[in-house]
Nanobody, 118 residues
């Protein structure tokens, strides 16, 4: 079994910063790509940022220049550094990863709320 545990969400004022963390644990053989998604109520889940096993990154246009995704392979952890936060960044943020145990599958975190408001 694999678990993905997120932390770091919360309430922040516009222009502020937060760092989200997501650690995978369990019977993991290897982790390929990792990513962060977000979802507003009534909307589809959207990709925020993606990082390959080699460290290549991609970002949604709405967060380019403000968010940075990184990973620490020794800790099976992916991070999302969020700067210059805007009210429209408010959402539940989910991490995911393509993980090989005895087979390869996609695993998701439980979600963490980020609220940007005065």
């Amino acid at each position: 079994q694999v678990q993905m545990v997120e932390s770091g969400g919360g309430l922040v004022q516009p222009g502020g910063s937060l760092r989200l963390s997501c650690e995978a644990s369990g019977s993991i053989y290897s982790i390929n790509a990792m990513g962060w998604y977000r979802q507003d109520p009534g909307k589809q889940r959207e990709l925020v940022a993606h990082i390959s096993s080699g460290g290549s990154t991609t970002y949604a246009d709405s967060v380019k220049g403000r968010f940075t995704i990184s990973r620490e392979n020794a800790r099976n952890t992916v991070y999302l550094h969020m700067n210059s936060l805007k009210p429209e960044d408010t959402a539940v943020y989910y991490c995911n990863a393509l993980i090989t145990t005895t087979y390869r599958d996609i695993y998701w975190g439980q979600g963490t709320q980020v609220t940007v408001s005065t």
